[in-house]
């Protein structure tokens, strides 16, 4: 158990309103990544950060913003919800140790935006 | 960029028989980590086996072992022994030392009776 906790676990929302997934960590991981899971594509990276402050985008960023505040919790905003932002979002942390990378992750954010 | 591929959409096998699900990467690194992870209905990602670049063993976890090759960028996990909890989707994925995952599109994997 990574003591990874998302919330809210499900959300339907309406197009054109905000919307902010909260992921908060137990264990003190350096990095955090906040993923999207569609039929056919997989896991693809939104955002991630390797410290307080210290975000960077992934490869389908459009849309989404970030916030590490504290290096516990990793916040995800949809500025705008459209409906192509109905997704399954995992959050995750990676844990580098000597022995190599791992990444470990969330119970997952169901979100509806109609 | 690296990527990952994974063939096969849908697979299914027998209970108690064994099942080889292929993964296929492309990275300019020499040294990296790969992965399989477990995706049952609950929607949990579960890591069931990694392996190192640099080490020429294949990792093993139980029932769970991969044939890793290197030269030709070739990483599949084969489950012995199938079980019905063995039901899930299977994502293969890569990591470079910079901590950046990317994954796989999936494996459906079915468990017949």
């Known amino acids: 158990d990574a003591g990874i906790t998302q919330s809210p676990r499900h959300k339907v929302t309406e197009t054109g309103t905000p919307v902010t997934l909260r992921c908060h960590q137990t264990?003190?991981?350096?990095?955090m990544y906040w993923y999207r899971q569609d039929p056919g594509h997989g896991l693809r990276l939104i955002h991630y950060?390797?410290?307080?402050?210290?975000?960077d985008k992934g490869e389908v960023s459009d849309g989404y913003s970030v916030s590490r505040s504290k290096t516990e919790d990793f916040l995800l905003t949809l500025e705008s919800a459209t409906s192509s932002q109905t997704s399954v979002y995992f959050c995750?942390?990676?844990?580098?140790?000597?022995?190599?990378?791992?990444?470990?992750f969330g119970e997952g954010s169901w979100l509806t935006v109609v | 960029a690296q990527t990952v591929t994974q063939s096969q959409p849908e697979m299914s096998v027998q209970e108690a028989e064994t099942v080889t699900l292929s993964c296929t990467y492309d990275?300019?690194?020499?040294?990296?980590?790969l992965f399989w992870y477990k995706q049952p209905p609950s929607r949990q990602m579960i890591l069931v086996i990694r392996?190192?670049?640099?080490?020429?063993q294949n990792a093993t976890e139980n029932r769970f072992s991969v044939n890793f090759q290197k030269a030709a960028k070739s990483f599949s996990l084969k489950i012995s022994d199938s079980q019905l909890g063995d039901a899930a989707m299977y994502f293969c994925?890569?990591?470079?030392?910079?901590?950046?995952?990317?994954f796989g599109p999936g494996t459906r994997l079915s468990v017949l009776p």
């Open positions: 995750a942390i990676s844990e580098g140790t000597v022995s190599g990378n791992t990444i470990y």
């Open positions: 264990e003190n991981h350096r990095y």
């Open positions: 950060s390797y410290g307080v402050k210290d975000t």
């Open positions: 990275t300019s690194e020499s040294d990296y980590y």
């Open positions: 392996q190192e670049a640099y080490k020429q």
């Open positions: 994925a890569y990591s470079d030392y910079g901590q950046n995952f990317v």
